[in-house]
């Protein structure tokens, strides 16, 4: 610092001369320490940990929100669940892995794991190979767009929606059912029912239930009159004649007609005037039980066996005459109701496989297929040696995908099996649900089929994950 008696412009100007580190007026310049300057180290790490600090604390906010919605509603309700699959019923009580010996003994949950595992077998399979077909095949039509939205259109319906759908899809009855209207009209093509189901002996009639059809005892020279009711007349052949006995005479003889009486009235048992024959039934005759003889009847109902002069014989109207139509299949019975709504679920699902396999197939190189091609390879040879194998991790990712979604299967199955084959139908899901709330309200037992449904998916998971990890990397 320059002395009271030196002017100020002086210091400054031999301090200019001899530099910053001269020293001046005699005085020992100070060793340069570097602290407090800017360019200096210190400084620098100062610098860095003020922003590095900021930029974590923002990270945090703006992380928070999402930590806290993971924590109340993943975290929490694992460890919740968890929790009370060690309790009893109400939760009250610890009972330790008494839950678990009931849910793995209890034959309903075994038949729930048994469908779950036909489910992860048969479901994802055939959902990627519809996809992987639609894909491959869209490529070689026109109006792909449209097909590709008709496809992947059940997407935009609820599994509630598409439940209801197919529980109308797969109605018993032939007049409401889409699926048993076809069936029953393939099957009537081949082999069409009798116009006389239905029919029946009146009581008191000679006429007895004998394999399907009916017979009746008949003597040779006296006329049989075989009376049947519950043909509806709309059903009664339009070239029939009213009914009449035959002429008494050689051979064995009778007749077969509607005994019934439009308005009321007529005899029950007797051939009354506007009484109808029912014309082109088969009537045998039968004797020690050998058919020695077959014919039809005529517009009258009338048949005869002229060869027939003697002896005592049974008259069948063949089972033929009373074939009941095809009334098709109980698609959501016991049996069925497991395959159906997997049908049900592969329509909904193959327009999501097959968007994706599109993509992937959109990514392989022309070149390779045409190489294939020009070396002489088939269709079915470039697409099972070139297309599968170029597309394989995109199956895969459609095939984990949807194996996740099976293992969870529950309102599609809830919506559609109907309250008489549920129990056939059953899939953990639903079991846990019915447990839980169906009308048991045993929180423990549901909780042990939560935490078995969890570790049940958690290996897929576990798997995409490492999958998507080794992508990226």
Do not use: C
Not at 103 to 123: G, Q, S
Not at 247 to 259: H, I, Y
Not at 330 to 335: H, M, V
Not at 443 to 471: T, Y
Request: charged fraction near 15%; glycine fraction near 10%.
């Amino acid at each position: 610092m320059a002395r009271a008696s030196e002017p100020v412009g002086e210091v400054v100007t031999a301090q200019a001369v001899r530099g910053p580190g001269a020293p001046v007026d005699g005085q020992t310049p100070a060793a340069p320490s570097g602290a407090g300057q800017p360019g200096a180290p210190g400084a620098r790490s100062a610098r860095r940990e003020g922003p590095r600090w900021r930029d974590r604390l923002t990270s945090v906010w703006f992380l928070a929100p999402a930590i806290i919605v993971l924590l109340t509603l993943v975290a929490y309700p694992i460890v919740y669940t968890v929790w009370l699959s060690l309790h009893s019923s109400d939760g009250d009580t610890f009972v330790g892995a008494d839950n678990y010996v009931r849910m793995f003994t209890a034959p309903e949950t075994r038949h729930a794991i048994v469908n779950n595992i036909v489910w992860v077998v048969v479901a994802p399979t055939l959902v990627t190979v519809t996809g992987l077909v639609f894909a491959v095949l869209i490529e070689r039509v026109r109006l792909a767009t449209v097909f590709k939205a008709v496809v992947f259109m059940p997407m935009a319906i609820s599994f509630l929606a598409a439940g209801v759908t197919f529980r109308m899809v797969y109605d018993e009855s032939p007049d409401r059912g889409l699926l048993n209207a076809a069936v029953v009209t393939v099957h009537d093509a081949f082999s069409p029912p009798s116009q006389y189901y239905g029919a029946r002996p009146r009581e008191g009639a000679p006429l007895r239930e004998a394999a399907g059809g009916f017979e009746a005892s008949a003597t040779a020279g006296t006329p049989a009159p075989l009376p049947l009711v519950g043909l509806p007349q709309d059903r009664v052949p339009a070239d029939a004649e009213p009914a009449a006995l035959p002429a008494v005479g050689p051979g064995l003889t009778g007749v077969v007609w509607l005994d019934f009486t439009p308005g009321g009235g007529g005899v029950a048992g007797a051939v009354d005037p506007v009484e109808r024959g029912l014309p082109s039934m088969t009537v045998q005759a039968v004797r020690d039980g050998t058919v020695v003889a077959s014919t039809t009847t005529d517009a009258a109902g009338r048949f005869a066996f002229p060869e027939l002069t003697s002896g005592s014989y049974t008259v069948r109207l063949s089972p033929e005459n009373f074939t009941a139509p095809f009334n098709g299949v109980t698609w959501l019975g016991p049996s069925l109701v497991t395959p159906s709504i997997i049908l049900a679920y592969i329509w909904i699902w193959a327009g999501f496989a097959m968007v994706l396999i599109t993509a992937g197939l959109s990514a392989i190189p022309r070149d390779a297929l045409e190489a294939a091609r020009v070396d002489g390879a088939t269709e079915w040879q470039v697409f099972r040696r070139v297309t599968v194998p170029l597309v394989r991790p995109v199956l895969v990712v459609v095939l984990v995908t949807l194996t996740i979604n099976v293992l969870k299967i529950f309102d599609l199955v809830m919506v559609l099996a109907p309250e008489s084959s549920q129990d056939d139908a059953n899939v953990i899901a639903l079991q846990m649900y019915r447990v839980s709330f169906g009308g048991g309200l045993d929180f423990g037992l549901g909780s042990a089929l939560g935490v078995l449904l969890f570790l049940l998916v958690l290996p897929a998971m576990l798997f995409n994950i490492r999958r998507m990890r080794k992508e990226q990397r």
